[in-house]
């Protein structure tokens, strides 16, 4: 048995880290709004699920113009990935504007609830439009990077089987992975990254120290929206078909590897979103073999969510998390 | 020439008046104590100033400007700074990032230039970490500048907080107690630190100290509150023997019998 396990590492591997990486950027945008709000944005879901709409029309646009279809796939995937995340970067910037602003200073709980109110409405008004343009709900975009590519990983050791990958996998996870970079690079190296560390530290001293608090955190949802709705679209070309309540699952999963990781740490929902991608994979691959048939591959979720739990129970932190100490 | 200027200031908290009607005049490169038993409102007067609360009533002026009514970061890009009574570091930067931190002002990049690390941003950035290190050798700490902050001695902390008021340019500073904590040696030498601050960098310094050998030393001109309300303003050895001063730390007994 724990040959068969061996044997299907490399596929588990690439498909859990693509999948890790979709996860790990939305958490991205969950872990900054808390690192810096001390709120668990649940919009944040639904503008990854908009990206993903946005994305798929764009693309659709494009395709059906003369000059969009010329171009080389990949240059409108670009393309479509700038303008996307402009957009919902907007979306966020423009979402904490009159949602959570003028709430600011009300118990935590109070924000909490907006943010799911937002959800819905943001549910709604994408089925709204899609329904409207498309008499659908569910829409399928142009599929563009089909192609499979075999690695042949049983060269390596006789002990592992070939993977396969799709092309739209490689261009997830090379997106993905520039992503993180960027952000890491723009947190821990430009001066209004070090201004939203300071913010998240202690927001009434950044201030005194000339830092414009409410500019930080506008910048904070349009990165954190951004990068999530840029994922919608990585997303998007990735599993073909979407409808507005893929937000929800998603940014559960994504919000829980920003836990796992340790909530607030940029670095930690990195880590957290590939974990919980390849877990929930090599669950997907070899449940059923493990159990010998009790449990099926549809039981992956429960395996991901019983390891997270049994994470929390022993380190509730998360993994890059530090205990966190009262403030006075 | 007065730099800054109080009229009336008054803040109520609900039911309870944390200051009332309190004035006062700071003249431009003096050293001005505000001092006053525990409670007497000094550092709800000095929030009033930065910014962090808003008055009741009363206006405040910074060389004849309106401040009042402006956000912190307003406030601070106007000239005035601060340190805290209880040391309010980012504990998890550096201690150069603390003291770029203070600086922030000086970017004035947009959205775009941000996201796409102009160059002209770049050299922004070298000019102002040449600064700060300038500033960290200034209070003695270029030696820690990549240590995390949390990790800093009690009297380098307070060090760098200063160092982290000064990062902003102000034409005012205010310190919270810069004092308390300190044995007797990092007293004198903050006591000579402050002192050379005001000539090297052109300030007025307000602060607000218990320690009355240190207050009587440097400051030239000297504010009591108690209760919120300002009972006596004069130089030193004028307010040494104030009896509505005695009586305010001391209790009316103390001199009736002295």
Known sequence: MLNEVIQTIPQVLIDGLALGTVYAVIALGYTMVYGILELINFAHGEIFMTGAFIGTALLIFMTGTGWGSALPAIVML??????????????????????????????????????????????????????????????????????????????????????????????????????????????????????????????????????????????????????????????????????????????????????????????????????????????????????????????????????????LLFKPEGLLGKPVTEKV | MSILEVRNLTKKFGGLTANQDVSMTVEKNSITAVIGPNGAGKTTFFNMITGVYQPTSGIILLENEKINGLQPHDVSKKGISRTFQNIRLFNEMSVLENVLVGMHINLKAGLLGILLNLPAIRKEEKASEMKAYNLLEYVGLADSLNEKACNLSYGAQRRLEIARALAANPKVLLLDEPAAGMNPKETKNLTQLIQSMKHEFNLTVILIEHDMKLVMEISEHIVVLDHGEKIAEGKPENIRNNPKVVEAYLGSGAIQTG
């Not at chain 1, 402009?86 to 959570?100: C, D, H, K, V, W």
């Open chain 1, 78 to 311: 670009i393309i479509v990935l700038i303008v996307t995340a402009f957009l919902t970067g907007f979306l966020g910037m423009g979402i904490e504007r009159l949602a959570y602003r003028p709430l600011r200073n009300a118990p935590r709980l109070i924000p909490l609830i907006t943010a799911i109110g937002i959800s819905f409405l943001l549910q709604d008004i994408v089925r709204f439009i899609a329904e409207l343009t498309k008499g659908n709900y569910i829409v399928t975009g142009p599929s563009l990077f089909t192609e499979q590519v075999l690695i042949k990983t049983s060269s390596i050791s006789s002990i592992f089987n070939d993977a396969s990958i799709k092309t739209s996998f490689i261009i997830v996870l090379v997106t993905a992975v520039v992503m993180m970079v960027a952000l890491d690079i723009f947190v821990n190296r430009t001066r209004w990254g070090m201004a939203m560390r300071a913010v998240a530290q202690d927001r009434e001293t950044a201030s005194l120290m000339t830092v414009n608090v409410n500019k930080v955190i506008s910048i904070t949802f349009f990165v954190g929206s951004a990068l999530g709705g840029a994922t919608g679209v990585l997303f998007a070309v990735q599993y073909g078909t979407i409808d507005p309540y893929i937000g929800f699952i998603l940014g559960l999963k994504a919000f829980t590897a920003a836990v796992l990781g340790g909530i607030g740490n940029i670095r930690g929902a990195m880590i957290g979103g590939l974990l919980l991608g390849v877990l929930e994979m090599f669950a997907s691959a070899n449940l059923t073999l493990l159990t010998g048939g009790v449990f099926g591959a549809e039981y992956k979720d429960v395996f991901a969510f019983a390891i997270l739990i049994i994470v």
